[in-house]
Nanobody, 118 residues
Framework: QVPLVESGGGLVQAGGSLRLSCAAS????????MGWFRQAPGKEREFVAS????????YYADSVKGRFTISRDNAKNTVYLQMNSLKPEDTAVYYC???????????WGQGTQVTVSS
């Protein structure tokens, strides 16, 4: 599995922005796509966005459409999650993950905390 390292979390006021990064080190051959997920206290982990590794196909959860943008820097093997117009309900630990097919994500980063104050 390719190690994933997230960064960019922090504390921001409602309406503000943050950009999360997920760097995939080592060989990335065989990755099908990378996704961002989040888990708030007392809640189940939920899908946020994903990006097909080989192209530009993206998917977003309805709750973040129009506010979050997922993108990739090919040269750096890094995927970003630009989060704008943040809301207190976006507060969660954010994880990036990869998978090698259309099945379950099986390779996870350590997570980064995002806290949005009202």
């Amino acid at each position: 599995q390719v190690p994933l390292v997230e960064s960019g979390g922090g504390l921001v006021q409602a309406g503000g922005s943050l950009r999360l990064s997920c760097a995939a080190s080592g060989r990335t051959f065989g990755i099908y796509d990378m996704g961002w997920f989040r888990q708030a206290p007392g809640k189940e982990r939920e899908f946020v966005a994903s990006l097909r590794w080989s192209g530009t196909v993206t998917y977003y959860a309805d709750s973040v459409k129009g506010r979050f943008t997922i993108s990739r820097d090919n040269a750096k093997n890094t995927v970003y999650l630009q989060m704008n117009s943040l809301k207190p309900e976006d507060t969660a630990v954010y994880y990036c993950a990869t998978r090698r097919s259309t099945g379950s994500y099986d390779n996870w980063g350590q997570g980064t905390q995002v806290t949005v104050s009202s």
